[in-house]
């Protein structure tokens, strides 16, 4: 049973800056992607981004130039670090483990911005 769980939500106001963590219960081998996804209240689920095994990043259009994902597979982390926050961003930010149609997600994370 693998368990991802996420921390670093909160409430901010609009320009500050939040750093997301998910932790993976166990090391993934091989081509593994990492992922933060957003889903805001009466909207679908969403790409943030994603980061592959290699180090490629994919951003959403939306978060380009102000988010930043990274991770560190000797501690089974992914990073979503998140400058100049809108309000917009409000939303509960899940981590994403994945890959050939395999898929793991942590319960999420909620990142409110206002002020």
């Known amino acids: 049973q693998v368990q991802l769980v996420e921390s670093g939500g909160g409430l901010v106001q609009p320009g500050e800056s939040l750093r997301l963590s998910c932790v993976a219960s166990?090391?993934?081998?091989?081509?593994?992607?990492m992922g933060w996804y957003r889903q805001a209240p009466g909207q679908q689920r969403e790409l943030a981004a994603v980061?592959?095994?290699?180090?490629?990043?994919v951003y959403a259009d939306s978060v380009k130039g102000r988010f930043t994902i990274s991770r560190d597979d000797a501690k089974n982390t992914v990073y979503l670090q998140m400058n100049s926050l809108k309000p917009e961003d409000t939303a509960v930010y899940y981590c994403?483990?994945?890959?050939?149609?395999?898929?793991?997600w942590g319960k999420g994370t909620l990142v409110t911005v206002s002020s």
């Open positions: 994403n483990i994945g890959r050939y149609g395999v898929n793991y």
């Open positions: 166990r090391t993934f081998f091989g081509f593994w992607s």
């Open positions: 980061i592959a095994s290699g180090g490629s990043t």
